[in-house]
């Protein structure tokens, strides 16, 4: 049984930075290209971020230069590191595998106070 479970998000001021994590079981870690998305109140989920089995990374043009994601696969865990927030920025973040089958993590909410 696949699972991947989210770290808590929070509350940040605009222009700090937060850290997720995801970690993940049920799956052969290091053979999943991870990614990262996020749904804002009322919008369609919105791709974030991924990175490959080889750590090749990619990134939404809102995130860019801004939110860098890794990957440990000693402890089978995606990272998403978010600095200069914006409260556009606000939004329930997903980790996710990336691949014909994509299977979802329950979401964490990270809201961004101006």
């Known amino acids: 049984q696949v699972q991947l479970v989210e770290s808590v998000g929070g509350l940040v001021q605009a222009g700090g930075s937060l850290r997720l994590s995801c970690t993940a079981s049920g799956i052969f870690f290091d053979s999943k290209h991870m990614g990262w998305y996020r749904q804002a109140p009322g919008k369609q989920r919105e791709w974030v971020a991924t990175i490959t089995t080889t750590r090749v990374t990619t990134y939404g043009n809102s995130v860019k230069g801004r939110f860098t994601i890794s990957r440990d696969n000693a402890k089978n865990t995606v990272y998403l590191q978010m600095n200069s927030l914006k409260p556009g920025d606000t939004a329930v973040y997903y980790c996710?595998?990336?691949?014909?089958?994509?299977?979802w993590g329950q979401g964490t909410q990270v809201t961004v106070s101006s």
């Open positions: 996710a595998t990336i691949g014909p089958v994509i299977e």
